[in-house]
């Protein structure tokens, strides 16, 4: 069974992150659900529980603990995204058990797509213009929505396009499948080769 995770963030939709995970489970996949610190406190984490069939992730494990029994993802999806956690994205930092799966995901090539959600006065400024790029320019797909002013957001929350977000990941998923793995004849780098195929290991966040 195909396996997407989704990340939520601090903002007005994750309240209805239950859509997503309807939205996945309808198209045959198995969705795990991890939020930020302040996703969780937006999320109705039992709606999200009793649709996923999965505990909400927020947390790192404690070290010395077996890592958790979860799935391989066949791809990401991090909706709503924050301002916050793009521009943290961007930089490389993972002060967030959520940021560490998205950062190790992205590094390891599993197809991840941004849907972001902030108002105009946070996506106008260089540092999330800055963001966007240089996610984009990593293979990060976004997924953009309308833009709104800074208190508009709520009627747009409870319009988030959870199915499209659903229905690009799998696409997104799909071509990444349809790709011609990487060989050693084809990589022109100086040192080791890139992984042959996705039997990878195991995201150290896991
Ligand atoms: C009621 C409320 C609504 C918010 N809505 C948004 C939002 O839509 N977009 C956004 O980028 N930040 C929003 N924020 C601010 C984020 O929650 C804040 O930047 C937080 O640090 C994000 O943490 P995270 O990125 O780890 O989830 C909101 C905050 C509150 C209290």
New binding site residues.
């Given amino acids: 069974m195909n396996v997407v995770y989704l990340i939520v963030?601090?903002?007005?939709p994750t309240m209805h992150a239950a859509g997503f995970v309807e939205a996945a489970r309808a198209s045959g996949w198995d969705c795990h659900v991890i939020a930020?610190?302040?996703?969780a406190a937006f999320a109705d984490l039992d709606a999200l529980e009793a649709a996923s069939g999965h505990p909400v992730t927020t947390e790192h494990r404690k070290p010395g603990t077996p890592r958790r029994d979860r799935p391989n993802a066949d791809a990401v999806v991090i909706a709503?995204a924050?301002?916050?956690?793009i521009c943290?994205l961007a930089a490389g930092i993972a002060d967030?058990y959520?940021l560490d799966v998205a950062s190790e995901h992205i590094g390891l090539g599993i197809p991840t797509l941004v849907v972001p959600?902030?108002?105009t006065a946070?996506t106008g400024r260089v540092p999330y213009l800055r963001a966007t790029a240089t996610l984009t320019e990593e293979g990060v797909t976004f997924l953009e929505l309308a833009e709104h002013e800074p208190h508009h957001?709520g009627p747009l929350?409870e319009q988030f396009p959870w199915h499209q977000a659903m229905t690009q990941a799998a696409k997104l998923a799909e071509t990444r499948r349809s790709e011609p793995e990487p060989t050693a004849t084809s990589w022109s780098g100086p040192a080791e080769p890139p992984p042959t195929s996705n039997t990878h290991e195991l995201p150290e966040s896991r």
């Fill in positions: 963030c601090g903002a007005g930020t610190p302040t996703g709503p924050t301002a916050n956690t943290k967030t959520a959600f902030a108002n946070l957001g929350a």
